[in-house]
Structures are given as C-alpha cells and as structure tokens.
C-alpha cells in the first residue's frame, strides 16, 4: 500500500485547505485511514479517521466542528477539508492506513502505512 498526501499550503487564519491522500496498490487490504499531524518540536497527534469501506468516523476535539474527513473509492482518495483553521493547526499532516477491521484508533502505532507529510500553515 502506498499513500500520497497532498494539498498543504499557506493560508491566513480563517482561511480552508483541503488535503487529498491517494492510496494505491493493495487497497483490497485497508481498513481505515486516518489523518496525523505533527508540529515542529511536539508529539504526533491523531486529527480524524474512517473506516475505508464505511463504519464510523472519529475525530479530535481540536478538529470536531472545523475538519471533515471523506473518501472518494472510485479516486481511492481520502480527503481531509480543513474550515476556519487557526495558526495552532500548522503542522505537517500526514496520512496512514490500517490493515484488516474499518475500526478508527487515533494511536499512531497501529497504523500500518503512513504517505510523506504535506505542511500546512497557518498565518496569523
């Protein structure tokens, strides 16, 4: 499986981006996908995430309201659209997949393929 991330860019606060993440190769094997982010000098934070065929969603308190997650199957495309975005969202986010069950988990290590980071940021 592989994952490509792309969309980041700069943007004044208020402002939207939107990411796309296009996996490739055995995406018969995904189960869920997720979006991290990581901010210079801080810890990887898990943002959202879906089940690839369906299932729930789950979302971080700091994106609930603001970020939506979907998916495209016939692009194999998860997207990731970012309202209202606030300097604290700068970070480079990057996306992963997770074999097996669509169960969302918002820990890192499970995750099994994880595409290069595409840096957003947010000016004040």
């Known amino acids: 499986v592989q994952l490509q991330a792309s969309g980041g860019g700069l943007v004044q606060a208020g402002g939207s981006l939107r990411l796309s993440c296009e996996v490739s190769?055995?995406?018969?094997?995904?189960?869920?996908m997720a979006w991290f982010r990581q901010a210079p000098g801080k810890e990887r934070e898990f943002v959202t995430g879906m089940g690839w065929n369906g299932g729930s969603t789950l979302y971080a308190d700091s994106a609930k309201g603001r970020f939506t997650i979907s998916r495209d199957n016939a692009k194999s495309t998860v997207y990731l659209q970012m309202n209202s975005l606030k300097p604290e969202d700068t970070a480079a986010y990057h996306c992963?997949?997770?074999?097996?069950?669509?169960?969302?988990?918002?820990?890192?290590?499970?995750?099994?393929?994880w595409g290069q980071g595409t840096q957003v940021t947010v000016s004040s």
């Open positions: 190769g055995h995406t018969f094997s995904v189960g869920a």
């Open positions: 992963a997949a997770r074999l097996g069950r669509n169960t969302v988990y918002s820990t890192s290590r499970l995750y099994n393929y």
